[in-house]
């Protein structure tokens, strides 16, 4: 699957309704990101896990 970049709102100084508009039309990468984020145990991640991933 291709994700093709659209111009951020926010960067590009448009208004707020633009703004809802673009993060309206992204809702389901948005809800899936979210779930994704509920799913994940942090508890069970190491501190060097962190680190690595920071200095990658």
Known sequence: MVLKKAPSPVSSGRGQKEQLEYLYA???AID???RSLQEYDLSRMQWSDFEKRKTA
Request: no cysteine.
């Open 26 to 28: 992204r809702r389901s």
């Open 32 to 34: 899936s990101l979210i």
